[in-house]
């Protein structure tokens, strides 16, 4: 691949060079404003279209408005012109486009550091699934000790279920640490208060474009044009809240508390060099879930933790989990094929989540509980904590990357701290 | 009660008596506009507003908004100002406002016979509970033959999942045959199809207003603040579907293909006059799921079905069941302190449903599986037809209302007939 430059500095190491190029929506004054990450710095499309720099790709309201779904419906030939453009306008060799550069740069940029993000779309329906096969089974062994721990089911269909769209918060949103039910098994009657096995799940979601009418269904061979891109997501868990009330029905109060994304979203076409072959799947799946392109995408992925003590002795997050996107069983077509076989519609700007990502080996797990098997191996941290679950001043950051060599597209990361039951 | 009379004919039997002044939304021209129903007609608020007839209530553009969520976030007091203000400008006692009668009355009145109704709200999250004893006990005969039908958690909690959101529909919409797997009890792989077990589920579902900040909860004594309405629901199921995906994690695609809404919100100041005790709860709940006022509901039920060929012979639709809300476990303000009971976030808008409404009789079951008892005891009907699901071409009506003696406050119905798989 020739390299590109681009004349806003990224350092070595940036999760946001000029290939990346990912959507997100800031603070800007008593306004949320549009932008792309590069560098250190995010470039205002607001500032952009308002300049006239966008004018012949789409109407200029689209860049104006304060979240992506405008631009999420328009779909993928938009899309694609959109990133050629800004790269056009970010890049130094013969295929620039010097308008930007004569410009006052002051107004199309603003610092990361200093910049309040928000969620970039309004979310219609929130679908979280159970893709790991890895992940299916910890979770069936601990839940479920007595039974065969993959279900009939599991690989014939992405088991998936709808989540709460209202608590989808942006990195760095606090987690105030919920109450509710649960049921000790030493005690015959549920018993009141804070959740004592706070958890999380580390996880990809992707964000849709244009999606379906009411009654049609969108087919593996088309997902492409209705995924526009990905984001972390931390899907907080409640494990005692969800043991005691997920039968039959699925989980419910022990995740709706809250779900942390990452603030950028990471464009399919920037991941595109990071496609690779998923993993086999036996049995051969029924027709409407085969995918012959390559959907599987190679993003590393580490969870960070750090505890108050930690953090009050200067002692750096401690990384417990690293694992990779690479190798879940369910891939978005396939999801996305799947949600939308029955006439389902989908919306620009719903959020899949793919399920906890873990992989084979015990330090590659997505979840506390299958990190500490439910708390039976703590896990030890410099400065002498250890966690079974998450404590509260707890911060938690994921964090995921693409990477070949110098040419790095990364996700920046989704950070929550515990606070406190109110 | 002393009698309020309109000057707007009500007909005898009228669902929509000035009792009850349901709010809704219907297509005017090439907008959507608010409007209250009132014997066979819709008092157009769009209209009542750009007259200046609410200007004292709440800021104008509240009533111009082709959604209620303006006005569903204002709260308790606009909502009760503004129902004596409709009543005061409809009544013709000495406690009518006159301005409206004055007025040219073709700018204000639509007829409902000839409008089309929308979902009146910006569904943000939609739940749906398991709320009747009788349901879930005959369900778990059903889907766990082997087990306990009713799980340990069900009498401790008001068990809940969250549906679709985006394929909520209103009464009229044709409901397309959902295509997906199933698993015969006689193969060892699960087939692709149309579903062979496409059903309905009878339930009244509730519309919030201001809702809770995110982390914050609704006490049941709160949930009066919360709650605006109340519609018709029917969750359609494709039990097959169902009964092949659903765990660990719950219903998924044999629910979210369609959800029909009756378009007129009946508010709980126009219920509150059939308010009930509801069942003795036992085991006495945990603190926060106690109610002391009377949240039952006395709302007569009923199902109907005509098939194609009843249609074509002229054949009425044929009562199926008949039940009532007042009997179902759970209460509204116990399933809102629920929900949020963890720092869940209610938005103005959000649908909370009952789950089916079924009785301890067989005729008063809200489903066809338990109805036919999954296809045991298909159901007779006039004209020689027999269901154990629905076929293609039938028409489900649900209708509910209120009634003592002429004093009737209705819901309408929410009807969907069924197509052919695409």
Not at 89 to 98: H, I, K, N, Q, W
Not at 125 to 147: I, Q
Not at 355 to 379: A, C, H, K, Q, V
Request: a neutral charge; one cysteine or more; aromatic letters at 10%.
């Amino acid at each position: 691949m020739p390299q590109i430059v681009s004349w806003i500095p990224v350092p070595r190491g940036s999760d946001f060079s000029i290939y990346n190029l990912p959507y997100g929506a800031f603070r800007r004054g008593n306004a949320q404003h549009l932008g792309i990450a590069i560098g250190e710095k995010i470039l205002d499309l607001h500032a952009l279209a308002s300049a006239g720099l966008l004018d012949d790709i789409c109407d200029r309201s689209v860049f104006l408005a304060p979240v992506l779904n405008p631009f999420l419906a328009l779909g993928r030939d938009v899309w694609k012109k959109t990133r050629l453009r800004i790269a056009a306008l970010l890049r130094t060799d013969d295929a620039a486009d010097g308008r930007l550069r004569e410009l006052d740069a002051e107004r199309f940029f603003v610092e990361q550091r200093v910049t309040q993000m928000a969620v970039p779309m309004k979310v219609g329906d929130y679908v979280d699934f159970y893709a790991s096969l890895e992940h299916a089974t910890n979770l069936g062994k601990l839940f479920r000790p007595n039974g065969d721990p993959l279900l009939p089911n599991w690989r014939h269909i992405p088991i998936g279920y709808h989540g709460r769209s209202s608590t989808i918060v942006i990195d760095g949103t606090p987690i105030v640490r919920p109450k509710g039910q649960r049921k000790p098994p030493q005690s015959d009657v549920p018993v009141f208060g804070p959740t004592t096995k706070l958890d999380i799940e580390l996880e990809i979601g992707f964000v849709t474009g244009p999606g379906n009418a009411l009654g049609e269904s969108i087919p593996t061979s088309k997902a492409r044009d209705h995924i526009f891109g990905l984001v972390l997501v931390n899907d907080w868990s409640a494990r005692d809240i969800q043991a005691w009330e997920y039968q039959p029905l699925g989980p419910f109060l022990g995740k709706s508390f809250a779900t942390t994304i990452s603030p950028w979203i990471v464009t399919l076409d920037a991941l595109e060099p990071f496609a690779t072959a998923g993993p086999r799947q036996d049995p051969y799946p029924l027709e409407y879930l085969r995918t012959h392109d390559r959907w599987a995408i190679d993003i590393a992925l580490a969870v960070d933790l750090q505890t108050r003590r930690m953090r009050e002795r200067g002692i750096a997050p401690q990384t417990i989990s690293r694992t990779n996107y690479k190798e879940m069983y369910w891939n978005m077509a396939q999801q996305l094929a799947h949600v939308t076989i029955n006439g389902t519609k989908t919306r620009p700007g719903d959020l899949y989540a793919s399920g906890t990502i873990s992989g084979s080996t015990p330090d590659s797990y997505g979840s506390f509980i299958e990190l500490t098997w439910n708390g039976e191996r703590p896990i030890a941290l410099p400065g002498g904590d250890e966690r079974r679950f998450l404590e509260d001043g707890d911060t938690v950051a994921l964090r995921g990357w693409c990477e070949v060599g110098e040419f790095r597209v990364g996700f920046g990361h989704a950070t929550g701290t515990i606070q406190p039951a109110n």
